[in-house]
């Protein structure tokens, strides 16, 4: 079992409609949760970030944690098109070490005008 | 504004051939770090460094060399270039405190 899994897609939705991106992760020790946003031929850049588990907002985007369940969503309220992109979600593990982050592949979302 | 700056953004590699892939920040970050990105896949950490002299071994560190002598700098060296090594490399750094990374545009690397 891969330690973070995230349907590639791609995911289609119109304009107007509620994503919703997930991904499960099997090692517990992982403490912070990221989202990144990548466009093609693009870095990766930092949508969000979450310490342990809860929700947080920010604009149209909000992240959930649910470390009981192993599972990490991002919502997008009234998607656009540029929103369209590949969304990475992230994380690592707690303490003052510099861990690289560990990457699920990626969800390629297609907003349609 | 530059973030974190890599070069060069192409490049061609025919098989043995050996290069260095650039990275650079302004951000006084002491991490430092290196990805590669394949088609359909996540990122893999290469290498990483916590400050200028400090290197460590990632997930994928064969084929590959880092140094950091800098805080600002940390090339990624490539010795005898394989098609395996055919991917996107990026570089990224963070802070200490919340250790959120900052990636560079990457690296366009094809290895024929």
């Known amino acids: 079992q891969k330690e973070v899994e995230q349907d590639p897609g791609p995911l289609s939705v119109p304009e107007g409609a509620i994503v919703s991106l997930n991904c499960t992760y099997s090692?517990?020790?992982?403490?912070?949760f990221m989202w990144y946003r990548q466009y093609s031929r693009k870095g990766p850049e930092l949508l969000m970030y979450?310490?342990?588990?809860g929700n947080k907002e920010d604009g149209r985007f909000t992240a959930q944690v649910d470390k009981s369940s192993k599972y990490i969503s991002l919502f997008i309220r009234d998607s656009q098109p540029s929103d369209s992109a590949t969304y990475l979600c992230?994380?690592?593990?707690?303490?003052?070490?510099?861990?690289?982050?560990?990457f699920g592949k990626g969800t390629h979302l297609i907003i349609q005008p | 504004n530059a973030g974190v700056t890599q070069t060069p953004k192409f490049r061609i590699l025919k098989i043995g051939q050996s290069m260095t892939l650039q990275c650079t920040q302004d951000?006084?970050?002491?991490?430092m770090y290196w990805y590669r990105q394949d088609p359909g896949m996540g990122l893999k950490l290469i290498y990483y460094?916590?400050?200028?002299?400090?290197?460590d071994k990632g997930e994928v560190p064969n084929g590959y060399n880092v140094s950091r002598s800098t805080t600002e700098d940390f090339p990624l060296r490539l010795e005898l270039a394989a098609p395996s090594q055919t991917s996107v490399y990026f570089c990224?750094?963070?802070?200490?405190?919340?250790?959120?990374?900052?990636f560079g545009a990457g690296t366009r690397l094809s290895v024929l």
């Open positions: 460094s916590v400050g200028a002299g400090i290197t």
């Open positions: 992230a994380m690592r593990y707690s303490g003052g070490g510099a861990d690289g982050l560990t």
């Open positions: 090692n517990s020790a992982f403490q912070y």
């Open positions: 979450t310490y342990s588990s």
């Open positions: 951000m006084n970050h002491n991490y």
């Open positions: 990224a750094s963070s802070d200490r405190a919340k250790n959120i990374q900052y």
